[in-house]
């Protein structure tokens, strides 16, 4: 006589099978939306720092034009920068600020020429988002060579430009506070007929 | 079948986490040279003298367990870069960036010029 499985043997593997299925299933699911939570602040986390590819853009082109200054506080800074493409018709001096919002959690970009008017607060271009702290520092060249420049809290000098920028951020994530920083070099423009390259064949 | 399908599944979720990784160390790989860089150049530009081979660990950033390697040389065999009637120094900066237990490393090599 051939003996199958009995009903209750049946019906104990099947049992067996959606528990644990349904345990998959769970820590499956409860994994994928903690994939999805992970790419979405990864996707801000890279939104912003892409949005800070601006403010570096912005510090390799800034303007010689001494009637603009450079001025830089804790949570602003505002700087003379050359706008446009060069040899458009729309390249011109004029000011780029970057300022953070503590409120909206955000940095904002505000850019307009040396003829036009300054736009109004918490106008502008959102650079960085979910910023939960943000600190600009200014770096100060030493006086004599060979040694080390100094970070500074605020930048009043309107007669010269710091070395550098460095931004330092608190960027909210789903498992607490992200700490970076980033430092931008300041390099002003000079007209091409200034620079002179290879004259005279050595160095 | 079922056991399949579910080996499969975990299969395609582990890619995907571990793709996920990847892209963030890179990520943050490149950004911890591009900060060693600029902090170089702004080292370079003070005057200081910066002739040597640094080694290093990320202090900010989510991955402070990147380890780097920064060898600044003075690129004597090519010609300076007169400006404004100064000659400046080209020095070549390498910077490396590996992460511990990780074959993968991030590294790039370029030119500063800095002021005499």
């Given at each position: 006589m051939r003996r199958g499985f009995t009903l209750i043997e049946m019906l104990l593997v099947t049992a067996i099978l959606a528990l644990a299925t349904g345990v998959l299933a769970a820590t499956l699911g409860a994994g994928i939306r903690a994939l999805d939570t992970a790419r979405f602040f990864q996707a801000a986390e890279c939104s912003s720092l892409a949005g800070l590819e601006k403010m570096e853009q912005d510090m390799s082109r800034?303007?010689?034009?001494?009637?603009l200054k450079f001025s830089g506080r804790a949570m602003s800074v505002s700087f003379p920068v050359m706008l446009g493409e060069?040899?458009?018709?729309?390249?011109a001096p004029g000011t780029a600020r970057y300022a953070y919002d503590p409120v909206e959690k955000v940095i904002r970009r505000q850019v307009w020429p040396y003829t036009g008017l300054e736009p109004a607060d918490g106008s502008g271009e959102t650079v960085?988002?979910?910023?939960v702290g943000c600190r600009f520092m200014f770096y100060e060249c030493p006086d004599g060579r060979g040694a080390a420049g100094t970070w500074l809290?605020?930048?009043?000098?309107?007669t010269n430009m710091p070395g550098g920028v460095r931004v330092e951020l608190e960027l909210e994530r789903n498992t607490g506070i992200l700490r970076t920083q980033r430092t931008f070099p300041v390099l002003v423009m000079v007209p091409p007929d200034e620079e002179r390259v290879n004259e005279g064949g050595r160095p | 079948m079922l056991s399949t399908g579910i080996v499969l599944i975990l299969r395609a979720f582990e890619t995907s986490l571990a793709t996920l990784a990847q892209s963030r160390d890179a990520m943050w790989g490149n950004l911890l040279v591009r900060e060693i860089i600029a902090e170089t150049r702004l080292s370079l530009r003070s005057g200081e003298d910066i002739r040597s081979t640094t080694r290093g660990q990320a202090v900010?950033?989510?991955?402070?367990d990147f380890r780097w390697e920064r060898i600044v040389e003075p690129a004597s065999g090519l010609s300076g870069i007169k400006a404004n009637g100064a000659t400046n120094t080209l020095s070549q900066v390498a910077v490396r960036v590996w992460r511990d237990g990780s074959s993968r490393e991030y590294s790039v090599t370029t030119y500063l010029v800095h002021y005499n």
């Open positions: 800034i303007s010689p034009c001494r009637m060069p040899g458009s018709d729309d390249w960085v988002e979910r910023s809290n605020e930048w009043a000098d309107g | 900010s950033g989510p991955c402070t």
